[in-house]
C-alpha cells in the first residue's frame, strides 16, 4: 500500500526530478537505511521553485546517486509523505522496528498539522506514534521548519524539545553564521568544512567562552525566537549562531534524548534557500542531514571512531526492540582489549559477545537472547556494555515475546 500510494505522489510533486548536483557526501560504513519523511510547503519570502525546499526535494536528494546512504534495497527505502496523508506516516511508523519493513529514521518537515477538521486527531495519533517509534530505538530529524511552531504542534514540539516561533526574517546581505558548539561530535564533525573561527559563548545553554568553528549561510532564513522547551529532557547543543536580532545567542542544532527513550532526536534549522539546503550534496547542509540520518539511525555517540584520537563507541543494537537476535556495531580508536557484554537490570553479567585484543576500525557483534550457559532469558529490559582500557559505554535494549 505505501509503495502504491508513494509512487502516486511522486508524479504529483515531481520526487524524481532533476537530482541534486555536486559531490558525493561522505558517509562512514553504515548498514542499509529506511528513511520516511513528512513534509509540507511554506514560503512566506516568496521564493521561486529553484530557490524553496519544498515537498519532494528532501527525499530527491537522499535518493540521488552521491546522497552517500547505504539504502535499504526495497522501492520504498525512501517515502515522502505529505502533511495532509498523516495517517499514512503514522501506519508507516507503527510497523515494529524489528520487522524488515520498519523505518530507522523519520525525517519531520512540516510546519503545520493537516488541514481539516480531523486535523488535531490525526496529528495526536502522529504524536503518539513518533513517542513510541522513539522508545523502540527509532531516530528523528527535525529538519528546517519542523521545529516551528503552529497552531497543533505544541505536542511535537515537546517531543523534538525546542520550539521555533514569532517572525522569520530573510537576509540576503549577511545570512548567518553556522557555529559548531559541539567540536569532535560526529554531526558537526564528519566532513563538514569550516573555514572561519569566532569566540562565542552562550552560559545559560551551556556553551563556554571559547573559539569556535564555523561556516556561512547566505541567504539564510533567521529563527530569533528558537529556545530549548523547559519540558525537554537531554539537551545537547550542536550548532548556534551570532547574529544581533532578539540577542545574540541563537540555537541552530541540538540533540534530544529522554530516559524512556532507545533512540534519539537531532534538530538542525538552516535556511530553506534550497542551493543552499539540499543542492549540494557534498556541501555542509546536506552533509550535516545525512550526518544526522546516520547517526539518529545507529546510536553513534559521537565521532564515528575509525583512527587514531577517536572514542571507543558503541552503536544503538538494531533490532530493537527484538524477537530471536540483535546485532551491533562498535568501534574502537586504537588497538585494544575490547569486552562486550550483556546485563540484566540488576547488574547481573549474563552473556559475553566480545572478549580480547581489536584492532582500530569498526567492528561488530551479535546476541541471539541467550546466557553464556545456552539458556534463554526471558522477555525484558537488558544492557549491552562495551569496555577498553580507557572508557566504557552502554546502551538499553528490549527482548520481546
Known sequence: ???????????????????????????????????????????????????????????????????????????????????????????????????????????????????GANGPTLQSNFVAAVNAFLVAGGGMISFHHGSYLSSGKEAIQDIIGGTASGAVPWDTVDGQNVIDVAPGHFITTNEVEYPGSVVYADLPRGIPSSTYAFFNNTPDERYPNFAINPSAGDIELLFASNY?????????????????????????QPGEYQPNALDDLDGNNFQIL???????????????????????????????????????EFAVPEPDVVDVAVFDVTGAHLRTLVHGRRAAGRHQAGWDGRRDDGRAVAPGIYFCRISSSTSSSTRRMVLTN
Request: net charge negative.
Open 244 to 268: 544581533s536580532q532578539a540577542g545574540t545567542t541563537h540555537v541552530l542544532g541540538f540533540t534530544h534524548r529522554r530516559p524512556a527513550w532507545a533512540g534519539v532526536v537531532v534538530a538542525y
Open 1 to 115: 500500500m505505501i509503495v502504491r500510494w508513494m509512487t502516486a505522489w511522486a508524479v504529483v510533486i515531481g520526487i524524481a526530478a532533476v537530482a541534486p548536483s555536486g559531490e558525493a557526501a561522505t558517509l562512514p560504513p553504515h548498514g542499509p537505511l529506511r528513511i520516511l519523511v513528512v513534509s509540507d510547503q511554506v514560503n512566506p519570502h516568496g521564493l521561486s521553485n529553484a530557490q524553496l525546499t519544498q515537498p519532494g526535494d528532501i527525499s530527491a536528494a537522499l535518493l540521488a546517486p552521491g546522497s552517500g546512504l547505504n539504502l535499504d534495497a526495497s522501492p520504498d527505502a525512501v517515502i515522502e509523505i505529505a502533511t495532509d496523508d498523516l495517517a499514512t506516516a503514522t501506519s508507516a511508523l507503527s510497523v515494529p522496528i524489528d520487522d524488515p519493513a520498519a523505518y530507522d529514521v523519520l525525517v519531520y518537515f512540516a510546519h503545520r498539522i493537516p488541514f
Open 290 to 328: 545525512a550526518n544526522a540520518i546516520v547517526y539518529a539511525a545507529t546510536g553513534a555517540t559521537t565521532s564515528v571512531g575509525e583512527g587514531p584520537g577517536g572514542e571507543l563507541t558503541l552503536a544503538q543494537n538494531r533490532p530493537n526492540p527484538f524477537r530471536a537476535a540483535t546485532n551491533f
